[in-house]
């Protein structure tokens, strides 16, 4: 009954949305409304999974009606009140069938207290939110799985768009979803807002979610495109939403700051025919100043809570320096490696690193930047990062040595798997022949 | 997308009268809730058509024109700019808005050129 259900919904999607004015607004509210369903009832229910077969339910019922009888005026509650009552009809028959668990008595006790705050407070619905947020990106859960699980139930989209947004097969999704749900029921993972502590380290992991989503859409791994915009806006919109849902930590503010800064570029990190625009080179004038403005506004905020920058605000910070500088050549250099170094501190990675270099190689000569690029090269974590050899070869290219700079070129294009970004880099490899033989 | 929504609220704020706080609440606990979704981007009231200009243009020639404008009911008094899935979604969000009167129109952002 469960992944019928669930398929019912995706195939009235499918089928139905090119055919009836109200399968499309019936879409479009189950975007608005889905997290915020699963999350009320997931606070009833205690597991995600089933808080999700409820809301689809739901869904279920709305398809069948409202083509017939129309949207109801408070399309939401509609929504949560069907699907608190099939809740509760639930919770009677578990607690009929399995009434010697003790656990279940005490999870329906909760659900009766839940179910008995009808019309639920905007408070409330925010803590249910935070706490269903928390609960998809459980550290417990592998990254892939907290990735699939955080866009399928916060951001509502369907096993199919998610496996397009990351290019693997739609049965990849679904299981790493369903695994997930399992492994959270399995470990009785509570549904609930940490605090102290903990607070802050399952909240590490939900930022970490929400910026892998963000980078897949704005370096794609793979594929044909470089940049896909479309994950990009669904990892700001759950940042936004989570800004305003825990404003007082510092570091969700840095996060938004960092990718409202990043996103400001991607109209101008594409050129003419797909191929990737590189910070320098990119035409200033197309970035977007409106989220520039809120990336400020993002980073300021961060700032104002006090406290030492965390490693995305830090990272919001340095995005900043390039957002201030009107031309490439008036970047601060300096201050880009000051914050880098407060992020290797705070952070330490080979990637920082990296880019630390690039850094120094801009603020102070390639010859200082090529230096801690060579302390890199025997680095394990880095022998397959396509971007380690591009540095390289770019420092080396500066520096007039211009067959070694090929090399690199020829060796990073063979380590990325993303098209567009390999055509760019054998670029960098003709350009550096065609010098070396002129040099 | 981004979708820009446009205001036209006709004889209302041409008048120039300020909302009533209840309705001014209202609109900002719309708003807000909007805001929570992650929807708005940005927003903003304009000022009557009175304290307004226009510029015409034909050919090299510019032409300044003075408010008040005489089409009330095109006049846009006040904007969002919204992030959304889908029009769709901003219409399904807009019908839920605070409002008993005009009209609001609802139009796509042009967005990543060169892509």
Redesign the interface.
Known sequence: MRSSSTRACEEAFTIGSKTTEAHRAIEAIWRIESARLIAGLARVVGDIGTAEELAQDALVSALEQWPVEGVPERPGAWLMGTAKHRAIDLIRRRKTLERKHEEIGRDAERAQEGLDLDATAGEEVGDDLLGLIFMACHPILAKEARVALTLRVLGGLTTEEIARGFLVPVSTIAQRIVRAKRTLAEAHVRFEVPNGAERLTRLASVLEVIYLIFNEGYSATAGRDWVRPALCEEALRLGRILAELDPTQPEVHGLVGLMEIQASRLGARVGPTGEPVLLLDQDRARWDRLLIRRGLGALDRAERLGGALGPYALQAAIAACHARATTAEETDWPRIVALYDAVAQLAPSPVVELNRAVAVGMAFGPAAGLELVEALVAEPSLKSYHLLPAVRGDLLRKLGRFEEARVEFEHSASLTENVRERDLLQRRAAECAAEGMMG | MRVLIMAKEGEQTEAGTPPTPEAMAEYQKFNE?L?????V??AGRLYPSSQSKRVRFEGKKRTVIDGPFAETKELVAGYW?W?V??I??A???LKRAPYDGGTFEVREVF?????
Do not use: H, I, N, P
């Open positions: 809730e805001v929570k979704a992650g929807v981007l940005e700019l992030q899935r889908s769709d979604e219409l399904e969000w967005e990543y050129e060169g892509m």
